[in-house]
């Protein structure tokens, strides 16, 4: 083995350390609570039904083109990505548009709006990823 390859791997291992540190630091949220570096995502159909998802608890249909999603910890300092998409994967998307962010006093939810492509709020189904 050479001198370079034990370098290589000796630079790797750090390197996955140190990344293992930074997923695993946390950060107070506003309740005290404390956010670590966990994932999820949902797929939500037009109902607001959760189709699928992992971490992902439970989504509820609030109003028209208004939605929540629930994981089973703490989100609220996460960053949400959300997209428009059918639950199934036969089915082409709508053009619409859709909005997140963090649930107003629920630490363990994702506020989700839709719209449908004219801007008009609208029930439509949607993929929510929530990276910590």
């Known amino acids: 083995m050479s001198i370079r390859t034990i370098i290589f791997g000796a630079t790797m291992a750090l390197s996955a350390v140190a990344a293992g540190a930074v997923l695993a630091a946390s950060a107070p949220s506003a309740d005290g609570s404390r956010v670590t570096g966990t994932s999820g ?9 959760l189709a699928r998802g992992s971490n992902a608890t439970n ?14 910890t703490n989100v609220s300092r996460c960053a949400y990505s959300a997209t428009i998409g059918e639950s199934s994967s036969n089915h082409s998307p709508p053009a619409a548009f859709v909005g997140a962010t963090g649930r107003d006093g629920n630490y363990k939810g994702v506020y989700v709006d839709t719209f449908d492509n004219t801007g008009t709020i609208a029930d439509e189904p949607f993929h929510l990823v929530v990276t910590c």
């Open 59 to 72: 989504a509820t249909h609030l109003s028209t083109g208004e939605f929540e999603v629930d994981f089973t």
């Open 41 to 49: 995502w949902a797929v939500v159909t037009i109902g607001g039904a």
